[in-house]
């Protein structure tokens, strides 16, 4: 098998920031919508990832096979409940650190697949044992690229 070979197996993953335009009004019903799309197509296109959702900002992780993970990222990237969109990162990965997730919601609601919690005016996962070092660097990663924006 050639190194080439080997690259095009590894799962791609991307990394986005944007800016929630979703009304506080109107968030709880729309995410519920967004969370419900999501976990349906990622599960059917073979992509898995999180959501990570505060007050101002999503930060979201897709995992799979590069053209579909890039195909994806297009459609979201235009959708209007959000906008400055930006790239965090994107590159091929040893593994899928969301794996058992089509997409896990993290959050401070209370039905997150991975809690959020602040301290010291810094967002952070809370403690459980359902998180992986790899995950939790990954989660890291999408939590520092908005700072410490409110909950």
């Known amino acids: 098998m050639t190194e080439q070979t080997q690259a095009s197996e590894r799962p791609f993953r991307l990394i986005y920031r944007s800016h929630s335009r979703i009304s506080p ?4 019903v729309v995410l519920a919508e967004i969370f ?7 599960k059917r296109s073979g992509i898995t990832g999180a959501l990570l959702v505060t007050d101002n900002w999503f930060v979201q992780a897709l995992e799979g096979d590069e053209s579909t ?14 906008d400055d969109v930006t790239v965090i990162e ?5 593994a899928r650190v969301f ?3 089509a997409m896990a919601q993290v959050s401070a609601l209370g ?3 991975i809690p959020l919690h ?3 005016g810094r ?3 809370a403690a459980a044992p359902s998180v992986t070092r790899e995950q939790s660097v990954v989660l890291k990663t999408m939590r520092d690229t908005i700072g410490a924006d409110t909950l």
């Open 25 to 28: 009004d109107d968030r709880s």
């Open 36 to 42: 419900t799309a999501a976990r349906s197509n990622n």
């Open 69 to 82: 993970v890039r195909g994806l990222y297009d459609h979201i990237a235009k959708d209007g409940r959000h």
């Open 90 to 94: 994107s590159a091929p990965v040893e």
């Open 99 to 101: 794996g058992k997730w």
């Open 111 to 113: 039905h997150a697949d």
């Open 118 to 120: 602040a301290v010291e």
């Open 123 to 125: 967002i952070h996962s």
